[in-house]
């Protein structure tokens, strides 16, 4: 054997594959990671970026799935202040608005109230905001209130036939740093994390107990083997890609379900309002967009439900799907957003569960474990999932390999175990920022701001020993600084500017070509 054997190695670094990494590291297994490209890279950035407990999906019945969901919205809350905060969602209301007819909910009320044609009385909704605030053991997060949209300033954008609002709380996440820390705080407790490198094969191999002999590829064509006791297929949308090597290979019968690829799009336009709150808009389809407050300048649209051919064709936003977004935040606002207003947009593909639902939108967003352990080694696959959930999987999946590692440690990541820099207070952030101004007071406070944001209390690491603005080193725009790369290229597995600019920060749509190249060659130097 080449290297000592891992305990549990795992095939992707997207939340779901970071989680399970640090929650094993954290109980004293030994953890190997392969990610094919840069972590987070696949549908883990891809996200609305929200910590929710999915009020639409009271609709579909979730009743377990939404409890679950708004129980952890206050533990990664308190785990996290500096990537995720709590935030108001603005729900306009109109008596004539059609909810989607395929719900359980709606073929229900078809039966019991069929004089409701698809419409939902305000005390329906109310009551779906009353179970959504007293599910999940709400502490942290304000509960529902009605808004009257003549008054309050959350109406000004809307047009004038929207005069009632709900507003109720959930909470907002940086979603690819979500996926980086979980990888840091993995490798913090000994974890070996390997991006830019792909599993090309994987066999049941019998040494002195059985093993999986993991076969990988780097980007620049180096090969490594490596063992371990249990393989986890985190690989998201290439979940039942990765099986299917291993079926054929392997020769033995390893079990498939089948998921269905769903892609979402979103679209990003200058700022659309001057609040910190977002909107749940209702479209003439009843599906739900999202209207969201985005990295201070912007405004974030979203999102669809489209089907998805294959893992490997590019997840792009079509000209329908711009257009049917534009189209539905236009119902609500005062000035429509039309094409020229959008200035970027992102897809992702959800590997859903196959649950044989009518529809991509019906489709459950839970997530599925399958545990294959015969013969030989065994195999753990992840199907579907939330970034909401992905502490909750990582803890299920432990829970359900107990059995092949009896000394690991107990559940550990629900006890308020921080994220690396998120060991302060959740309404701390500002003492944060007020913190680094005082030990730095030649920085400029919104750089510092950034940095509390992204680095939390680590951002003193980042500044660390620096007593001018010439410490920072070379300037690259958008309040980056040499130093800033050096640091999350040493401690983040950041490559490429793009690694740097839309997964680590996000400050890519504040930087120009030429601002990007120079990032890029500074990294590559
Ligand atoms: P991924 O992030 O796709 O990670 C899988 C990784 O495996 C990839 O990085 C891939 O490169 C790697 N991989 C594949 N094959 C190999 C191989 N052979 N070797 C090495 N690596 C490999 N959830 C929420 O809770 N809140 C939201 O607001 C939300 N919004 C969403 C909006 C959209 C549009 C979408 C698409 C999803 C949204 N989700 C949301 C769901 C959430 O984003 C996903 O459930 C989650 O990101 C899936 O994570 P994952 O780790 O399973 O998959």
Same mark, same amino acid.
């Given at each position: 054997m080449t290297v000592k054997p891992f305990d549990l190695f795992i095939i992707g670094g997207g939340v779901n594959g970071c989680g399970v990494a640090r929650d094993a590291s954290g109980r004293g297994l030994r953890v190997g990671l392969a990610e094919m490209?840069?972590?987070?890279?696949?549908t883990s950035s891809a996200s609305t970026k929200l910590f929710h407990g999915?009020?639409?999906y009271l609709e579909f019945f979730e009743f377990n799935l939404v409890r679950e969901s708004l129980e952890e919205r206050e533990i990664l809350l308190r785990a996290m202040p500096h990537i995720s905060w709590p935030m108001r969602f603005v729900l306009p209301y109109a008596p004539g608005m059609v909810f989607d007819p395929t719900t359980p909910l709606s073929r229900g009320l078809r039966f019991l109230?069929?004089?409701l044609a698809g419409r939902r009385p305000a005390w329906l909704i109310r009551a779906g905001l009353f179970l959504y605030d007293h599910m999940?053991?709400?502490?942290i997060l304000p509960g529902t209130r009605r808004v009257d949209l003549d008054r309050d300033?959350?109406?000004?954008?809307?047009?004038?036939?929207?005069?009632r609002a709900f507003e109720y709380s959930d909470c907002w996440v940086d979603d690819a740093r979500l996926v980086v820390l979980n990888a840091v705080d993995a490798y913090q407790r000994g974890a070996t994390i390997m991006p830019r490198?792909?599993?090309?094969q994987a066999l049941r191999v019998e040494e002195k107990k059985p093993m999986w002999e993991i076969h990988t590829q780097h980007e620049n064509g180096s090969k490594q083997v490596f063992y371990a006791r249990v393989l986890v297929n985190?690989?998201?949308?290439w979940v039942t890609k990765v099986i299917g090597q291993l079926a054929q290979q392997d020769g033995q019968e390893t079990r498939a379900d089948t998921i269905r690829l769903v892609r979402g799009s979103h679209i990003i336009t200058h700022k659309?309002?001057?609040?910190p709150k977002s909107y749940f808009f209702l479209g003439e389809d009843g599906r739900i967009v999202f209207a969201i407050p985005y990295l201070k300048d912007y405004t974030l649209i979203g999102t669809t439900d489209v089907p998805h051919e294959s893992p490997d064709e590019p997840a792009v936003c079509s000209p329908w799907e711009r257009d049917y977004l534009c189209a539905a935040v236009s119902r609500y606002l005062h000035r429509p957003v039309e094409?020229?207003?959008?200035i970027a947009t992102y897809s992702g593909v959800r590997p859903l569960?196959?649950? /044989? #639902?009518?529809s991509a939108t019906a489709a459950s967003r839970d997530y599925f474990l399958r545990l294959d352990d015969a013969p030989g080694a065994p195999l753990l696959t992840i199907y579907g999932g939330k970034i909401t959930t992905y502490r909750r999987l990582a803890q299920a999946v432990l829970t359900s390999l107990e059995q092949y590692f009896p000394a690991m440690g107990p559940?550990?990541?629900?006890?308020?175990?921080?994220?690396?820099?998120?060991?302060?207070?959740?309404?701390g952030f500002a003492n944060l920022v007020d913190d680094l101004a005082s030990a730095?007071?030649?920085?400029a406070r919104q750089l510092l701001a950034r940095l509390a944001r992204t680095y939390g209390t680590m951002a003193h690491q980042v500044l660390a /020993? #620096?007593?001018?603005?010439?410490?920072?080193?070379a300037y690259f725009g958008a309040d980056i600084y040499a130093r800033e790369l050096d640091w999350s290229k040493r401690h983040e597995w950041v490559v490429t500017a793009q690694d740097f600019t839309q997964?680590?920060?996000?400050?890519h749509l504040w930087l120009e070509e030429a601002q990007m190249r120079a990032i890029d060659a500074y990294l590559q130097s």
């Open positions: 490209n840069d972590l987070g890279s696949a999915g009020l639409r109230m069929p004089w999940g053991g709400r502490e300033p959350v109406g000004v954008p809307l047009r004038k036939e929207f005069t490198t792909k599993v090309i985190a690989a998201g949308p659309l309002f001057n609040h094409k020229r207003d959008i569960y196959e649950d /044989g #639902a009518v559940a550990w990541t629900g006890q308020g175990a921080p994220l690396p820099g998120g060991d302060f207070p959740v309404d730095y007071p030649f920085a /020993g #620096a007593k001018t603005k010439e410490d920072l080193g997964r680590r920060t996000k400050t």
